[in-house]
């Protein structure tokens, strides 16, 4: 069973930067594609951003192309996003899972319980 541990969302000001984690268990991390979500308040969950096993390729939705950058750590099981120059419309709960790259959605059935970024204007 997978287990998705997110981290580091918060309360910032509009401009503000935040980095989030997401610790994977329960799967041979180094062999998944990952990649991060998010869902606002009334919203259906949206992809986020991506990144390849060996952190060759990165994906981004166009609303965070250049302020926002996946990394990931095959040794510790974490991917990160680097969150700068935050917006009010970044507000959300962000997940992290793994990605099927053909179509940017989630592969794994189970998701964390996320964490909450809000950005205030």
């Known amino acids: 069973q997978v287990q998705l541990v997110e981290s580091g969302g918060g309360l910032v000001q509009a401009g503000g930067s935040l980095r989030l984690s997401c610790v994977v268990s329960?799967?041979?991390?180094?062999?998944?594609?990952m990649g991060w979500f998010r869902q606002a308040p009334g919203k259906e969950r949206e992809f986020v951003a991506a990144?390849?096993?060996?952190?060759?390729?990165?994906y981004y939705a166009d609303s965070v192309k250049g302020r926002f950058t996946i990394s990931r750590d095959n040794g510790k099981d974490t991917v990160y996003l680097q969150l700068n120059s935050l917006q009010p419309e970044d507000t959300a709960v962000y997940y992290c899972?793994?990605?099927?790259?053909?179509?940017?959605?989630?592969?794994?059935?189970?998701w964390g319980q996320g964490t909450q970024v809000t950005v205030s204007s």
């Open positions: 990144l390849s096993w060996n952190s060759v390729t990165t």
């Open positions: 329960g799967r041979a991390f180094s062999s998944f594609s």
């Open positions: 899972n793994a990605v099927k790259l053909a179509t940017m959605s989630s592969l794994f059935n189970s």
